[in-house]
Structure formats: C-alpha cells, structure tokens
C-alpha cells in the first residue's frame, strides 16, 4: 500500500470517527428530549418523579471510543460508551451508597452500524429525507 493510499484510509477513518461522535451525541441529546417533561404526566405513567440530583454530565472520546455520562430522571448515574471503530453503543446505569447497594448494571446494548445507515427512523421532522433532498437538488444545493 503506498503512503497515498494510507492518507486516504487515515481520512476515512477519522471521517468515521467525527460521525460516530456526531451521532454518539445526538443519540445522547435524543434521549434527553424524548423524556417527559417535569411539569406533564407521561400517559398512564402517574406523575413525573421529582429529581433528587442536579443535572450534569460529561463527555469525552480518543480515537476509538466515546463516553458520555449523565443523570437519570431517577437520579441514577448513566454512562452511553460509543465505539466509533466498531459502532457498537452499551448503556450502564451505576449506582452508589453502601457496600450492599453499590452495583453497576449493563442496561442495553447494540451493533449501530445498520442504524447509522438509515436515512429516517421514527423522524417527525416537516420533511423526510427523500424530499428535503429533492429541494435541495431543485435549489442547486444537493450533492449529485
């Protein structure tokens, strides 16, 4: 392989990786607008469960992986790793306290390869891909 065809493999590969940490994001931000808000009733749910912790959370990535932490509506901790080689996501919830009730628990976890490849899923935006496209071709602004 000569060294061309090495830069090109490089770019392709960080490509992939600023992707996987694009999506690893939006998955995370996604998670956070899909839960009922405090003040409403989800359903048949009851009412929301009041906060115990403060909202925070953290991220960061290498070359390989991304993690990203949180808080759960329950006050839970939350931790979403993203490999970005593999895209692959595992979800883990941890929880502290006392020796007895000390755990980290391994919540889901997911090949994501088929799902970075969708153009729409469950998407409730005013267009769907497929048209949002075809304006964008009439407009001259679409890659062909």
């Not at 009041?50 to 959370?57: D, E, F, I, K």
């Not at 390869?113 to 048209?131: C, I, P, R, T, V």
Request: hydrophobic share 40%; aromatic share 6%; charged share 20%.
């Amino acid at each position: 392989m000569n060294s061309n065809e090495q830069s090109q493999r490089a770019m392709g590969r960080r490509e992939g990786s600023l992707w996987m940490l694009i999506a690893g994001s939006l998955l995370a931000a996604g998670g956070y607008a899909l839960e009922p808000s405090q003040g409403e009733p989800a359903g048949d749910e009851g009412p929301p469960i009041a906060m115990t912790a403060p909202v925070m959370g953290n991220s960061d990535s290498n070359h390989r992986m991304i993690a990203v932490t949180g808080v759960d509506i329950t006050g839970n901790n939350v931790l979403y790793v993203v490999d970005t080689l593999n895209p692959h996501i595992a979800v883990y919830q941890a929880n502290g306290g006392s020796k007895g009730t000390r755990s980290i628990t391994l919540v889901a976890a997911r090949d994501i390869s088929l799902d970075l490849q969708l153009a729409g899923f469950n998407d409730k935006s005013e267009y769907d891909f497929e048209a949002l496209q075809e304006k964008f071709s009439r407009a001259g602004l679409a890659d062909d």
